[in-house]
């Protein structure tokens, strides 16, 4: 079946410092890929998109690549503050048209 | 409102009840999504509605469960006969069309069985 994973261990990042989170999938290729950030008792806030035939994207300190060879849409924070500290969920839509969604991952910046 | 809204933020119901959870979404946004989060969870698809298309109603868990949208705008899920396993956050997203990129989700709905 289609799926999406993430890391689901919190990652602990020193302020300043580049976050990077992992997103892979699984037994299809999705045209596109979003990344969204969830605050505790709040929806999903969508961040950014990524094609296919795009390699990397870029949106101030964020940054979401997309390797279709390793099935693989890495995201970055650089400078990470404390109020970057939440959970980031991937997604991806399949060939219904809805978005299969990743466990998310919890980054926590320390300051 | 400019977002999409949600009621109630918290419900606490006992094993046996039904209920009615809403959202009401953004103007002109055609595509209208429910999703279930356990703890810990990925968002897990429950419905969706286009328009005037059916709905896919391929992700309601079972019978209990079922999903009316009105006039194309303020939706309502309902769990008949909740169970304990029913608890979790209940979210509504809203997108311009089915397939399109981006989905605005509401605040979501607490529910918990007891």
């Known amino acids: 079946s289609q799926k999406i994973e993430q890391n689901s261990e919190a990652l602990n990042i020193q302020e300043g410092k580049t976050a990077t989170l992992t997103c892979n999938y699984t037994?299809?290729?999705?045209?596109?890929l979003q990344w969204y950030r969830q605050d505790p008792g709040r929806g999903p806030v969508f961040l950014l998109l990524i094609r296919e035939n795009e390699k990397e994207k870029r949106k101030e300190r964020l940054k979401v690549t997309f390797d279709t060879t390793l099935k693989q849409s890495l995201f970055h924070i650089t400078a990470s503050q404390p109020a970057d500290s939440a959970t980031y969920l991937c997604?991806?839509?399949?060939?219904?048209?809805?978005?299969?969604w990743g466990a998310g991952t919890k980054l926590i910046i320390k300051p | 409102g400019a977002g999409v809204s949600q009621s109630p933020s918290n419900k606490v119901t006992e094993k046996g009840k039904d209920v009615e959870l809403r959202c009401d979404p953004i103007s002109g946004h055609t595509a209208l999504y429910w999703y279930r989060q356990s703890l810990g969870q990925g968002l897990e698809f429950l419905i969706y509605f286009q328009g005037n298309s059916a709905p896919d109603k391929s992700g309601l868990p079972s019978d209990r469960f079922s999903a009316e949208r009105t006039g194309g705008s303020v939706s309502t899920l309902t769990i008949q006969r909740t169970q304990q396993e029913d608890s979790a956050v209940y979210l509504c997203a809203n997108g311009l069309a089915v397939g399109t990129d981006t989905q605005y989700f509401g605040p979501g709905t607490r529910l918990t069985v007891l």
């Open positions: 037994n299809y290729s999705p045209a596109y």
């Open positions: 997604a991806a839509m399949d060939s219904n048209y809805q978005l299969i």
